[in-house]
């Protein structure tokens, strides 16, 4: 049976993660179709349609969808599931919210952000904070899964899938979207980022984290991260973290700094193909995972980094 | 208005958990348990409601062993009214949890439900908003803020791209985030007071629920390590490393 992956889109483009995702369903399934519900959405259809290895893009165009709320979302994604032996979304903020809503509506489980495919129903995945890795077998009719788009490549954009409409006959839900809040950057997407440049709470304050991080990321052209610690003292917006409960980032450089290296820390970064950490404490458990670790004050070797790159 | 909070007892997030050498699980002998850090906010939102006279009642549940009477004793200590332990020994995954929870919720009339975004031992981040699948509600997850009016929850969510703010009518199940909330320590004499507040023990089979686990769990490993990385010397050492070692810049 064919799997259906829903898109990650915000009505306008899509998400890069996506194709990420679909290298996972393709491992899943032989043949996959992708979900697009929104409203205004005819340009997100378009791009799916030349994901690499996907035969059908489904397009749900309603306003009860336009804000990709998770209950109207979840009664489509249901009503379409009857043919579709796999249910896959990528772990994202709108994938986790829906999915389980899903399973729960099959009264099946959900396995959460797997990180390899074994077999049609066999996954891996971490729990406590990554420190373990569990191989499960799903025993339900349906596989529903979300994927842990940094552990998966994206497959290109030379597909050419058809593209065919849905009827939507879905009522709004309870829940009424009122706005998105997200601090304007012009640095990359954290999720998407070749290089990336994380603070920790050695910064002090939301001024000096900018002032040393910024030219150092202009540089490397690299996106902001921050650890959970930056995140609550305001240096940094919630959308920046990394970590077991923030994002989960496997860029080719990570540079940590002023970071102690926390294990809800490691969980969202320790994938990453090089690791830098500058710290002043020589013990700080974040040079274990490091590939180059420099012992000093970020305050001197950030200025000095983005001056001499 | 009646608040439930739905509290897990798990391995302490200060601990380094180890893996059974034969693969099969991971090894909670001996082990510090805590309350799942995401559910503490949780009660401690419930008890500020009742603190603004929003909230007139709260109740905690937890699913878990006899043990788990510890935490749920923590959360009255923290200030919840009533507690409701439904026992169960054996692992068991958020689906089974939410219908055992959508029963108890019912069954109390509960107006809103409080739960933890995810738990930190299964890292599942799903028993929320199964729950609210089940009882029909609306659903707020991620939740940093939470605000109640008029029978209308105003919930500011954490999302991929910054903060969503979303309204939804009571009753509706909210999954909360660490920064709703610094929960309180419970003081001496609250912790012995807590002794004293009504804990009433249930099995899953009084609420007609199955717990019997969908997935299998085939293997329990250690992720594959790094290998050991240098201390450079310079800024100067350190670029030339990742230019011409790694090649990364
Ligand atoms: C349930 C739960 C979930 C969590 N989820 C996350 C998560 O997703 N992401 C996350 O990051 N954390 C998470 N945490 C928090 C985590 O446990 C740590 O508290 C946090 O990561 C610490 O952040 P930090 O390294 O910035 O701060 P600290 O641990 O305070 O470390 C600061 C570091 O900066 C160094 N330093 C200080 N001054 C300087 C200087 N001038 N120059 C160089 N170095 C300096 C210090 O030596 C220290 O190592 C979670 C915790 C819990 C309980
Ligand atoms: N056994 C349980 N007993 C009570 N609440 C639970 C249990 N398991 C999960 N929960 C609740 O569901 C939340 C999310 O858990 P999970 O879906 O397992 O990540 C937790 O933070 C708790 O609020």
Avoid at chain 1, 15 to 28: E, F, K, N, S, W
Avoid at chain 1, 141 to 153: E, G, L, W
Avoid at chain 2, 144 to 154: H, P
Wanted: aromatic share 4%; charged share 20%.
């Amino acid at each position: 049976m064919p799997a259906l992956l829903i898109a990650e889109h915000d009505n306008a483009t899509l998400d890069l993660q996506t194709a990420r995702a679909v290298t996972a369903a393709l491992a899943i399934a032989g043949e996959v179709h992708v979900l697009i519900a929104g409203h205004g959405c005819g340009a997100v259809a378009a791009a799916a349609a030349r994901l690499s290895g996907i035969s059908r893009v489904l397009v749900a165009d309603a306003t009860p969808l336009a804000d990709q709320l998770a209950e109207p979302v979840a009664t489509l994604v249901v009503g379409l599931a009857g043919p579709y032996g796999a249910l896959i979304a990528a772990a994202t903020s709108c994938g986790k919210n829906l999915m389980p809503r899903v399973a729960a509506l099959l009264d099946m489980m959900q396995i959460s952000d797997i990180i390899a495919v074994d077999g049609p129903h066999v996954f891996r995945r971490t729990i406590y904070a990554g420190n373990a890795i569990e191989t499960v077998q799903s025993t339900d009719a349906k596989q529903i899964v979300t994927i842990r788009t940094s552990a998966f490549p994206p497959v290109d954009g030379q597909g050419n899938a058809e593209v065919v409409p849905v009827a939507v006959a879905i009522a709004a839900g309870p829940v009424r979207f009122i706005e998105n809040r997200s601090a304007r950057s012009d640095r990359p997407e954290l999720s998407a980022a070749r290089v990336v440049v994380s603070g920790g709470r050695a910064f002090g304050s939301k001024e000096k984290f900018d002032a040393l991080l910024g030219p150092l990321a202009a540089k490397l052209n690299a996106a902001i991260g921050a650890s959970r610690a930056a995140v609550d003292a305001g240096y940094a917006p919630n959308e920046l973290q990394v970590g077991q409960t923030g994002k989960v980032v496997a860029p080719d450089l990570y540079i940590a700094c002023g970071i102690s290296g926390a294990v809800q820390h490691l969980a969202g970064m320790k994938g990453a193909k090089i690791v830098v950490a500058i710290n002043s404490d020589a013990s700080a458990p974040i040079f274990q995972v490091a590939d180059y670790g420099l012992v000093g004050d970020v305050f001197e070797i950030l200025p000095e980094l983005a001056r001499l790159l | 208005m009646k608040i439930l909070v739905a509290v897990k007892r798990v391995v302490d997030a200060n601990i380094r958990i180890r893996i059974k050498p034969d693969g099969t699980g991971v090894d909670l002998d001996n082990v510090k348990m805590a309350m799942n850090p995401f559910d503490e906010v949780a009660v401690e939102e419930a008890i500020r409601l009742k603190e603004q006279g929003i909230a007139s009642e709260i109740v905690v549940v937890s699913i878990g062993p006899a043990k788990a009477e510890d935490t749920l004793r923590r959360a009255l200590a923290m200030g919840a009214d009533r507690a409701i332990l439904v026992l169960h020994e054996a692992h068991s995954e958020p689906l089974g949890v939410a219908k055992v929870l959508r029963a108890v919720a019912i069954e109390e009339a509960a107006d809103l439900v409080l739960l933890g975004k995810q738990a930190i031992d299964d890292d599942a981040n799903q028993t929320g908003q199964m729950l609210a699948a089940l009882l029909g509600y609306g659903q707020a997850t991620f939740a940093s803020r939470l605000e109640i009016e008029a029978r209308t929850a105003r919930v500011t969510r954490e999302v991929d791209h910054g903060l969503q703010l979303v309204e939804l009518p009571l009753p509706c199940v909210v999954t909360v985030d660490l920064r709703m909330n610094t929960p309180r320590f419970a003081s001496l004499p609250n912790v012995m007071k807590a002794r004293s507040k009504p804990l009433m023990k249930k099995a899953p089979g009084d609420y007609g629920v199955d717990l019997t686990p969908r997935l299998r769990v085939l293997k329990t490993e250690e992720p594959a390590g790094r290998k050991p990385g240098v201390i450079v010397g310079s800024v100067a050492e350190l670029i030339d490393r990742l230019k011409t070692e790694a090649k990364v810049i």
